[in-house]
């Protein structure tokens, strides 16, 4: 079983920076995807951007420019850079990372508040 932790999330003002942080209690360096997603409620899921292995590195139309995904494989950790925050950025954030023998698994989420 492998645990997904995040962390960073909070309440921000328009315009602001948070980078989110997700701890994998295994190893990613043989992880094929690492992601973020986002719900809103109301809403469905949505992938805001993947770090896949050999493959480029994806963002939603909507974060293009503004957040930025990376990894630490040294501290089995994903990030996700968040800049020039948007109330339309409020959601709770998911990390996802896939592993080709060990799984699909999901974080618990992190919420994002972007208001004034």
């Known amino acids: 079983q492998v645990h997904l932790v995040e962390s960073g999330g909070d309440l921000v003002q328009p315009g602001g920076s948070l980078r989110l942080s997700c701890a994998a209690s295994e190893s990613i360096l043989s992880a094929y995807f690492m992601g973020w997603y986002r719900q809103a409620p109301g809403s469905q899921r949505e992938l805001v951007a993947a770090l896949t292995s050999g493959g480029p590195t994806t963002y939603t139309d909507s974060v293009k420019g503004r957040f930025t995904v990376s990894r630490d494989n040294a501290k089995n950790t994903v990030h996700l850079q968040m800049n020039s925050l948007k109330p339309e950025d409020t959601a709770v954030y998911y990390c996802?990372?896939?592993?080709?023998?060990?799984?699909?698994?999901w974080g618990q989420g992190t919420q994002v508040t972007v208001s004034s």
């Open positions: 996802c990372v896939k592993w080709a023998t060990r799984g699909i698994y």
